[in-house]
């Protein structure tokens, strides 16, 4: 199948797509810019809270005979950092980073899909991140990628021909552990299933549920009448 991938070119990135194309998958690569460009054979960059980069990248895929039928976001997608390196990212201007965060993770997702959802009758797009779940006790979770999770939810009831999965990892710190993670990954791209929001930690494969929770009686009260007018604020 196609796939347009919207990467960075990190180590982890890379084998990703590496594993994409080791099944004989054709790739369009996307990494962000300061505009537009076309980089190589299937090879692009845009500004990812351009809109109109979007709308340049959606025209020179279709201008390739191209049509993806999957798109895989790895935007999201980094490592947890420690120490030093913890700290320094704690002293950053945080609204740069908030925005940035928003324009990778949300406006991108939002602009591609109204861009590219109407040139195939089914699209699947599939958020890959890092530290946006908290699963565990020890999980450490970056807010300002938890945007990823709204166009996940939003983009297929705006486009009914759209599914989105997000998937959630913990970072692999051991050549093993890494290969658990592509083989986990391709088994969620092979064999794609009804679950939105999934989590894989440590060979385990999480989502989430909701339990029915029994509301103790209605305790009536005085100050509400049947047909009254009531302003709600706060």
Known sequence: SSWLVLTDDSPLAADIVAELRGSGDHITEVIPGPSFAILGPDRYSVDPGARTDYEALGQAVRDSGRHPRCVLHLWALTPV???????????????????????????????????????????????????????????????????????CAVI??????????????????????????????????????????????????????????????AVPQDWIRAGGTYVISG
């Open 81 to 151: 950092a420690t120490g030093d390196s913890a700290t320094g990212r704690a002293d950053e201007d945080g609204d740069r980073r908030y925005r940035e965060s928003v324009a990778r993770n949300y406006l991108g997702l939002v602009y591609l899909a109204s861009t590219i959802a109407a040139d195939t009758p089914a699209l699947h797009i599939y958020c890959v991140s890092s530290q946006i779940q908290s699963v565990g006790p020890d999980d450490d979770v970056e807010p300002r990628k938890a945007v990823l999770l709204g166009p």
């Open 156 to 217: 297929p009831r705006e486009y009914p021909n759209v599914s989105c999965t997000s998937i959630d990892i913990d970072w692999p710190r051991t050549p093993s552990a890494r290969a658990r993670l592509l083989n986990n990954l391709a088994r969620e791209f092979r064999h794609p299933a009804a679950d939105r929001e999934i989590a894989l930690r440590r060979g385990d494969r999480w989502i989430p549920r909701f339990d029915a929770v029994r509301l103790p009686a």
